[in-house]
């Protein structure tokens, strides 16, 4: 699988530094005398999990750079809001910034269908980062504004790991070989399921564990650490990565909670939310690379890749979905879509 490399990492730290030594040495406030001001970060994962330590570290690091001036304190395992309700908590100040599945609010945004829509045929992570970075993370802000969230920002892709299709029994290497499955899928991408003929099974994350026990579900849907962190795999037989589309979590936050600080530490805070995503984005990559190099032995799970032929067969029975996304009269939509074909063709 393609990873990031370590050294961008290690080259974005250093460009925090020196911006906020600028800052620092341009208005200088002494610590001593300036009041700490404690934010607050929304997380629905575990203390101990990566996606919150990765959170520490950073968090930490501005603390040391805004000389004690701000604190972000995290409130993990989803203790200060629903996950569900994160965006909304964010926007109204309850958190400060969150790490949030935007999806959850696909119904009355359609542009964030587009995470579940099967387009990145490519199967790269480069066009997917690329399309964010270059446009879709915009688009996104603009589509919360409208929607009346207009105290929120997205700062980046914190999350970017493809969705691959775990079985029980049955290898399937092209979509064809699922029909007639029962696949537990999410979103847009249970539409692709039932036009090859399977039967999506519509039941939460956490009850997927029990349907493929019980055999309510022959199949699942998600990024692989999940599978292996919640035990799926104990269950099934194979899996196939699909890569048409990927399972993303954004850093969003509160910019108008912002104006309570300096304008050093509004400079250091607002980087630092980017510099979240990004470092955040690496761990749990790296956490997916160590899944897909010990699961075959851990659980005895065939891991598969479709070659190219057997690609353009996925790519082929998802056209339908995305020919019907693409028919939405939403302005946002039709310029992600755009952005998603110059990155992705």
């Known amino acids: 699988m393609t990873m990031e490399k370590t050294g961008k990492k290690q080259l974005d730290w250093v460009l925090v530094l020196l911006l906020a ?4 040495c341009l208005a200088p406030v002494s610590a001593s005398l300036a009041q700490q001001i404690e934010l607050r970060a929304a997380y629905y994962s575990p203390d ?14 501005i603390e040391k750079m805004t000389q004690g001036r701000v604190k972000i304190k995290i409130f993990a395992s989803s203790s200060l809001l629903p996950t569900e309700e994160m965006a909304a908590g964010v926007n109204e100040g309850t958190a400060f910034c969150a790490n949030w599945y935007m999806p959850y609010m696909a119904k009355t945004i359609p542009l964030f269908n587009l995470e579940t829509i099967p387009v990145w045929t490519s199967g790269h992570y480069k066009a997917v980062i ?8 915009d688009l996104y802000t603009k589509a919360l504004d409208r929607q009346g969230l ?3 920002k997205i700062a980046g892709v914190s999350m970017c790991l493809w969705r691959v299709l775990t079985t029980k029994k049955k290898q399937v290497k092209v979509p064809s070989e699922a029909k007639g499955m029962k696949i537990r899928s999410v979103g847009a991408e249970a539409d692709m399921w039932r036009a090859i003929g399977a039967s999506p099974v519509n039941i939460t994350t956490p009850q997927t564990y029990e349907a493929l026990a ?13 599978m292996m962190d919640r035990k799926w795999l104990e269950h099934t037989d194979y899996v196939t990565c699909i890569n048409l589309s990927p399972v993303l979590m954004h850093i969003i936050y509160n910019y108008k909670m912002l104006e309570k600080l300096s304008p050093q530490d509004q400079a250091i805070v607002e980087t630092g939310m980017k510099l979240l995503a990004q470092v955040t984005r690496l761990r749990i990559m790296e956490g997916e690379g160590y899944a897909f190099a010990t699961i075959p032995e851990k659980f005895k799970t065939v891991i598969y890749t479709p070659d190219a032929k057997e690609h353009a067969e ?20 039709q310029e992600a879509l ?4 110059k990155y992705n063709p």
Do not use: C, M, Q
């Open 21 to 24: 030594g600028f800052f620092i």
């Open 48 to 61: 101990n999990h990566p996606l919150t330590l990765a959170a520490k570290e950073v968090f930490a690091d």
């Open 130 to 137: 690329e399309a964010y970075e270059n446009g879709l993370n």
């Open 150 to 152: 207009k105290n929120t």
């Open 214 to 226: 019980r055999g309510v579900a022959e199949g699942a849907t998600n990024y692989l650490e999940t």
């Open 314 to 333: 996925w790519v082929k029975a998802s056209e339908p979905v995305v020919a019907n996304f693409a028919k939405s009269d939403d302005a946002l939509v």
């Open 338 to 341: 755009k952005i998603v074909r």
